[in-house]
C-alpha cells in the first residue's frame, strides 16, 4: 500500500509534505500544465538495426537497451513506433539527434 502523502501537521495546523513528496506534486503539476509531444521513430531500408538501436541509445538517455530494441522492432513491423513522450522543447532535440544518425524521426502531438 503507497505511503499517505501526509508527513505530520505543522503547529498552525496546516499539513506538512516530505521533499520527496513535494517533488512528486511539483512533477505532476508539471505533467499536467505543460503539451506533451511523441517522439517518433520511422522504419527504413537503408539502416541496419544494430546502427537503429544505437542512434536510440545515444539520442535518447532515458531509453535502455531492452526498450531501444522493442521500438527498433515495432517500428520495423508497424512503418512507425513511439520512443519516448515529453515535452516540445525536449522531443525536438531527441528527433533532430536521431535524424544526426540518419534515423528517420518525427514529432507529434501526444
Do not use: W
Not at 545515444?58 to 520512443?83: F, R, W, Y
Amino acid at each position: 500500500m503507497r505511503e499517505s502523502l501526509l508527513a505530520g501537521s505543522g503547529s498552525d495546523g496546516l499539513m506538512m509534505t516530505s521533499p520527496e513528496v513535494e517533488q512528486e506534486i511539483l512533477e505532476r503539476s508539471l505533467t499536467e500544465h505543460v503539451p506533451r509531444y511523441a517522439v517518433i521513430l520511422h522504419n527504413d531500408d537503408v539502416n541496419s538495426m544494430e546502427h537503429v538501436v544505437d542512434a536510440l541509445l545515444q539520442s535518447v538517455p532515458t531509453l535502455n537497451e531492452q526498450h531501444a530494441i522493442k521500438v527498433m522492432m515495432d517500428a520495423h513491423t508497424d512503418g512507425t513506433a513511439v520512443v519516448t513522450v515529453c515535452p516540445l522543447e525536449t522531443a525536438e532535440f531527441y528527433r533532430d539527434r536521431l535524424q544526426s544518425f540518419s534515423i528517420g524521426a518525427s514529432i507529434e502531438a501526444a
